[in-house]
DNA sequence: TTTTATTGTGAATACGTATTCAGTAATTAT
DNA sequence: ATAATTACTGAATACGTATTCACAATAAAA
């Protein structure tokens, strides 16, 4: 049982005050090259790390980044946090993760909570607009991610573009008959629509399968589906964009479990691009995550570093489609 | 943009001390009915939140707990992760989490940060024997998790039983080829080579599909598979255990490719129990996460809490094997 | 030599909170 | 009435660090 050291100690056992073991550390230069090497022997003997509680307490700054997701289990979140924890400790941030579930009331906790350990600053994808205006207000940046939102800084994905792309390659492929599963009508899902309707295609409104967001998603996104085909008996289409990849791979097993084969009675595309579609040969919507993710964490720590206040910022990055045996089908 | 409070500030503001609001915050009895309800009105509207940074510092305790895993992109830590988080909020407690990429330097700088931010305990998934021996003489308590460690504070599964319950399932079902595809020869593939051999059954080495740890794993586990696959030209097994799931998963992509029906051709069982083998019907070991968290947590919690440096405690928790259609059909 | 820089070091302080201690006012007992 | 409790409240302090300031010792300039 190592104890636990603080400044003091290591001053006393290399006889200098505390103010210079503190020098040391962080290599102010004023420091006379005897003492120096005398410090870091007693540092390295007893293995002191300095507190950053006090560090954070007296330099008003905690180096630490909040994240602020809606769900951990879809595996695009899971990317994002990956490369994000990566990222921000080249630049010298931890970061500390929450999770809202869906759910409004979570997130205020958890942007309370993220206030009282004294983050520098943190990335939220919103789970609506609900707290956005107290947040706005908060003395510490913040960042929306995955999309944009006028008035705040965010970083997204051109939402309107992804769903045009996976119209067009429909089209492309002879497609007549379209559906949508996904939790409501959001942009990707415009994107797809107006596509269709500029093309004279009428997006029939019984073949959006609405999945309720909240817990547990996979049951919600199973329930969902067979809820459709309860009420449809079969799909009623021949080609079905999933808003995420996770609702991709569900589908992909009750269409396997009801032998319609994909891609050659029904072609998929999914969304995020995550690995569960590529393993599974699933087509579906690339997100630059990593540029994503250095683009917001330099917006954001510029935020943190420079206090000025200038005009909120909105990024979109482009969306790419990935093609995978899921949608290689043409349609005759 | 709503300023940082401090309690001195709300002092004011309510025209008392700050040890007085403190006592407030703190819930401690001897405040006037009227001076709460004066502070807390201010409280309210100022939108003050205690700076938990100075708590920690006074206090000498963080109400943090660290948790370090392997790897992140294996849905089952990240279930891990969930539920730690509900389960120690209940307690009070915030997760801090860290990755180590099966990364032996990168776990022990992880678990310095742990140290450095103050955490009053963590959880570990280690990424193997090399940091034990120092973790063991740090100064906060910690304890090892999926699996169990003599001499460590540890609580896992039984794995010899867990690769007992598959090797029974497959020898019921009438297999006497066997395939094993993991990262090294652990616990739980000694559990079911044992029971084979028990039974008279030599397992073959060759059968034997090692997956060399990493990160990018999907990548490894197909390179892996296919490697066999190049050295043996086909499947030399009627039934094959994953040590994960996200190994059963690649396995079942591939198989599908090369027209390998399963269970048909090969029975397949997987581990972890993870909502991937719920979406895709494969047979799993089922860990009970839960009852996990809740032992760990308790006896984390109790060494923090109590100091009383008693003999370490190891527990098993016991496996079930959930069966779904990979592994049911019977072989003639 | 004396003065002026220069360099290296420690004493004192502050960050925001919790807590000990002392002290005032109000209440009860004598 | 006075003494003894009781109930509140504020002043002072400490947690571990970074930083300002003063000061000593040395080196450079006069």
Not at 52 to 77: D, M
Not at 135 to 161: A, C, E, R, W
């Amino acid at each position: 049982m190592v104890k636990k050291m603080t400044m003091r100690e290591v001053a006393k056992l290399a006889n200098v005050s505390q103010p210079t073991v503190s020098r040391v550390i962080n290599g102010n230069k004023d420091v006379s090259e005897e003492i120096v090497k005398r410090v870091m022997q007693v540092i390295e003997e007893v293995g002191f790390v300095p507190n950053k509680t006090a560090q954070t307490l007296k330099r008003n700054q905690s180096k630490l980044i909040g994240i602020c997701v809606t769900e951990i289990y879809n595996p695009y979140f899971v990317e994002l946090i990956d490369h994000l924890e990566s990222e921000a400790k080249k630049r010298g941030y931890n970061i500390i993760l929450h999770n809202s579930k869906h759910n409004s009331i979570l997130e205020w906790e958890n942007i309370q909570n993220f206030m009282a350990r004294q983050i520098d600053g943190f990335l939220l994808v919103p789970t609506g607009e609900y707290n956005l205006p107290r947040i706005s207000k908060l003395p510490i940046p913040s960042v929306v991610i995955t999309q944009t939102i006028k008035g705040f800084d965010s970083v997204g994905l051109n939402h309107l573009k992804a769903g045009r792309l996976v119209a067009e390659q429909f089209m492309r492929a002879g497609h007549n008959t379209f559906g949508y599963i996904g939790i409501d009508a959001d942009d990707k899902f415009r994107g797809f629509e107006n596509t269709l309707y500029e093309n004279q295609i009428h997006f029939n409104s019984d073949n959006f399968i609405a999945v309720p967001d909240g817990e547990n998603s996979n049951l919600l996104i199973r329930k969902a589906i067979e809820g459709y085909l309860e009420q449809n008996n079969e799909f009623q289409f021949s080609c079905v964009f999933a808003s995420n990849d996770v609702m991709a791979l569900e589908f992909m097993k009750i269409a396997q479990e009801r032998g319609i084969r994909i891609p050659e009675d029904i072609s998929l595309i999914g969304f995020d691009d995550t690995y569960l579609a590529k393993v599974m040969g699933i087509s579906s919507i690339h997100q630059p995550i990593e540029e994503m993710i250095t683009t917001t964490l330099t917006l954001l720590i510029n935020r943190i570093e420079q206090e000025v206040a200038s005009e909120t910022v909105s990024i979109q990055l482009e969306p790419t489609l990935i093609e995978r045996s899921s949608s290689r089908h043409r349609r005759t």
